[in-house]
């Protein structure tokens, strides 16, 4: 039995795609990559044209022959199909130019309308993989040589699609904002967040509002906690010089983390419509109960990664990593403690955490149901009788899992957590469409469900700011230094043993 809420792939357009930052690490490593997959199971549209747009002095085949070289490294599918190949690099083509140079965008416009086909010159994706201070000058140009218009004439569509970060506070997320909104309605304007491409991210609201069974359960009734855990086994690496910018809370925590808290708390939408699924998620955030920067400590840890060794292997600290201060406070590691102040979730911490250079790769949710009352076997077991548990886990080992107690067979009376255990692999197959895929694709169509509206930004901005407002001016201590390859400082789990609750670390891949 399968419901198909949709028939097959959409009809797109004809149009084309222009990408400013073409020489950049994003532009190699996903968007052609996920291009290319797209092309290869025939979901773009007839015709596509893409048009890469950066400084360097390049030819289209000299473009081609960087990104077949990427390709080859960062396929999801390897070797890379010539033939496939060879169809899809027909129709890359590369414009030099400074994003500031007024001239560059005459010569952008030019090129999309020697393309001889209309809708190339008119349906037009501006992918914005550049740093955000330099969004207001590309949207600006664009519109001064009418390759973007705030209400094109039907049926032509243009649209900007920009990356995170969305600026570094609220303050200039508002600035930001307002820039793009000058040139750009913000139905013109999809902002991405990979993470709700993910395939698992996506089945959260699929999960909750198309099994009755769980609605029961999901409130302050039945659940006593929530942790949402997103670690990660490498350090900073090359990464040094933005997350010195950047910081965990600003990486991790503004966008992903609460974005993903925001699918499993939220209320259901009266549609499956976009506006109609952000409302809610707009409204879940509002609801997130502030931490004023004087409770910060009560209510927030952070931490860096110190040296270390695991098997034997040394692991450097974040201040002996490229491009990092040698006396740099900036955290690798965050755990918070939120309140959502509504009927729903009134009471129920939700705990929060992320962090680099922890014992492994994982992101998932863990919803810790009540205990049972302490008659019966709890009375006889006390603590170790574990309370019932639902974890989604969103990578890797995709999957869900319930957990809840069992009899242990045999002639004596024992009692022990089981499992039942959904995966993905088992279920579906090996293969899952990389985010980046079903974002662009989504971006093509117009359907801004899995992209962040404005308000969204903002209000995910004032909960951060607050946070780091009551870091202002205080350097780490040397309790908040956890050893690279631990689960972080010791803090964290005082932050959780004073409401009488642990930690559940992810389990690794079995």
């Not at 400084?55 to 490294?73: H, I, M, N, Y």
């Not at 698992?200 to 699929?206: A, E």
């Amino acid at each position: 039995m399968i419901c198909r809420l949709s028939d097959g792939p959409r009809a797109l357009t004809p149009c084309s795609i222009v990408i400013f930052g073409a020489s950049g690490d994003l532009t190699a490593r996903k968007l052609i990559p996920a291009l290319y997959h797209l092309h290869g199971e025939q979901l773009l549209p007839e015709p596509l044209r893409v048009i890469g747009f950066a400084r360097r002095e390049k030819t289209d085949e000299s473009w081609r022959r960087e990104l077949r070289e990427a390709l080859e490294q960062f396929s999801r599918t390897r070797p890379v199909d010539a033939g496939q190949w060879g169809t899809f690099a027909s129709n890359l083509h590369y414009c030099r130019g400074d994003l500031t140079e007024a001239a560059a965008y005459q010569r952008l416009a030019r090129q999309l309308e020697g393309f001889g086909e209309a809708a190339l010159g008119r349906n037009i994706l501006f992918y914005l993989a550049v740093s955000p201070s330099q969004f207001g000058a590309v949207v600006e140009h664009l519109q001064r040589v009418g390759l973007l218009e705030r209400d094109p004439p039907m049926p032509a569509w243009q649209r900007v699609v920009v990356e995170k970060p969305f600026g570094h506070d609220l303050t200039s997320a508002r600035r930001l904002n307002a820039e793009l909104t000058r040139f750009a309605h913000e139905q013109q304007i999809f902002r991405i967040d990979h993470y709700l491409g993910k395939e698992t991210v996506q089945n959260i609201l699929m999960f909750r509002f198309s099994n009755a069974i769980f609605e029961q359960l999901w409130s302050r009734q039945a659940v006593d906690h929530v942790q949402i855990t997103v670690s990660e086994r490498p350090g900073v690496g090359g990464r040094g010089g933005y997350y010195e910018e950047a910081g965990a809370l600003r990486d991790m925590v503004q966008n992903h983390l609460l974005q993903v808290l925001a699918l499993v708390t939220m209320e259901p939408p009266v549609t499956l419509e976009s506006e109609s699924i952000r409302d809610e998620k707009v409204k879940l955030l509002k609801s997130i109960r502030p931490i004023p920067p004087e409770a910060v400590g009560r209510h927030v840890v952070r931490g860096q990664y110190a040296p270390s060794q695991v098997e034997g292997q040394p692991l450097p600290g974040y201040r002996q990593e490229a491009k990092v201060a040698p006396d740099s406070d900036v955290e690798t590691y965050v755990a918070l403690r939120l309140f959502i102040d509504n009927w729903r979730w009134s009471g129920v911490p939700f705990y929060l955490r992320t962090g680099k250079h922890l014992p492994l790769s994982a992101s998932e949710v863990r919803v810790q149901f009540r205990p049972t009352p302490h008659v019966l076997f709890a009375a006889r077991c006390g603590e170790t009788l574990d309370a019932n548990a639902l974890t989604l886990r969103l990578q890797p080992n995709e999957g869900i899992s319930l957990r809840f107690n069992g009899k242990v067979p045999g002639t004596s009376v024992a009692v022990r957590p089981v499992r039942m255990h959904f995966s993905y692999d088992s279920e579906f197959g090996a293969y899952t469409p990389e985010a980046y895929e079903r974002l662009l694709l989504e971006a093509l169509a117009g359907d801004a469900t899995l992209f962040i509206r404005r308000d969204e930004v903002e209000a995910a901005w004032s909960i951060v700011d607050s946070i780091r407002a009551g870091w202002a001016g205080q350097a780490l201590t040397e309790a908040e230094f956890y050893p690279a390859g631990s689960w972080g400082p010791a803090g964290a789990d005082r932050l959780l043993a004073a409401g009488g609750h642990q930690w559940r670390n992810p389990q690794p891949a079995s």
